[in-house]
């Protein structure tokens, strides 16, 4: 890979830092935090929850923190090129459409790296929640998201109870991310 692709590849994926999360956006919460601020702090949730789960000795086998902060820094990747497309999209554009779009957008976005397999392959673990790190990821993404949402609320934020009744519906991969969500759900403005 040239100096100028990987410059290249450095300028579009900054575009995830400019790019709000248009969920936030479309409930009316200002100042949206962007893709690149959720990838980070799920990267961050990672990071913390793998630690966890592999100290506390109840895994069948430890975490690999390393392929799981790989696949959670890998996780939006594909939004560089399509953005954030809001959930009233899935209504409109199938579950199929949209899988293949992100897979066609990540390979062109990874393909000149050396490890451009090997990312599209970690990025599939998570879209397929296929291994303990792609579903740890999966479940980081979620507990991120709600931890967002619970912080738009404490500012003043509403009309985000959708999110809530998404999560309750959520079937968790670890019982540590269902126990934080409800955890997080207490905390919400007026259940105190």
Same mark, same amino acid.
């Given at each position: 890979?040239?100096?100028?692709?990987?410059?290249?590849?450095?300028?579009?994926?900054?575009?995830l830092?400019? =790019?709000?999360r248009? @969920?936030?956006?479309?409930?009316? $919460?200002?100042?949206?935090?962007?893709?690149?601020?959720?990838?980070?702090?799920?990267?961050?949730? $990672?990071?913390? *929850?793998?630690?966890?789960?592999?100290?506390? @000795?109840?895994?069948?086998?430890?975490?690999?923190?390393?392929?799981?902060?790989?696949?959670? $820094?890998?996780? %939006?990747?594909?939004?560089?090129? *399509?953005?954030?497309?809001? @959930?009233?999209?899935?209504?409109?554009?199938?579950?199929?459409?949209k899988?293949?779009?992100?897979?066609?957008?990540l390979a062109?976005?990874?393909?000149? *790296?050396?490890?451009?397999?090997r990312?599209?392959?970690?990025?599939?673990?998570?879209?397929?929640?296929s291994?303990?790190?792609?579903? =740890? $990821?999966? %479940?980081?993404?979620?507990?991120?998201?709600?931890?967002? !949402?619970?912080?738009?609320?404490?500012?003043?934020?509403?009309? =985000? %109870?959708?999110?809530?009744?998404?999560?309750d519906?959520?079937?968790?991969?670890y019982? *540590? !991310?269902?126990?934080?969500?409800?955890?997080?759900?207490?905390?919400?403005? @007026?259940?105190?």
């Amino acid at each position: 890979m040239s100096q100028n692709q990987l410059i290249s590849l450095f300028l579009e994926v900054t575009t995830l830092k400019y =790019l709000p999360r248009t @969920g936030w956006l479309l409930r009316g $919460v200002p100042d949206a935090e962007s893709i690149a601020d959720h990838s980070f702090h799920t990267a961050f949730v $990672v990071l913390a *929850l793998a630690d966890v789960l592999n100290a506390s @000795g109840t895994l069948p086998s430890p975490l690999d923190t390393g392929k799981a902060l790989a696949i959670a $820094v890998l996780h %939006d990747l594909p939004e560089a090129r *399509l953005t954030d497309l809001p @959930g009233p999209t899935k209504h409109l554009i199938p579950r199929e459409v949209k899988a293949e779009a992100e897979v066609k957008a990540l390979a062109a976005l990874t393909s000149a *790296l050396p490890s451009a397999v090997r990312f599209q392959a970690l990025w599939r673990e998570f879209e397929d929640e296929s291994t303990p790190e792609g579903k =740890l $990821v999966r %479940d980081a993404d979620k507990v991120e998201m709600m931890i967002q !949402c619970l912080r738009y609320e404490l500012s003043g934020s509403r009309g =985000l %109870d959708d999110f809530w009744a998404s999560m309750d519906r959520q079937d968790w991969h670890y019982p *540590l !991310c269902g126990d934080l969500y409800a955890r997080l759900k207490g905390m919400r403005p @007026g259940n105190g």
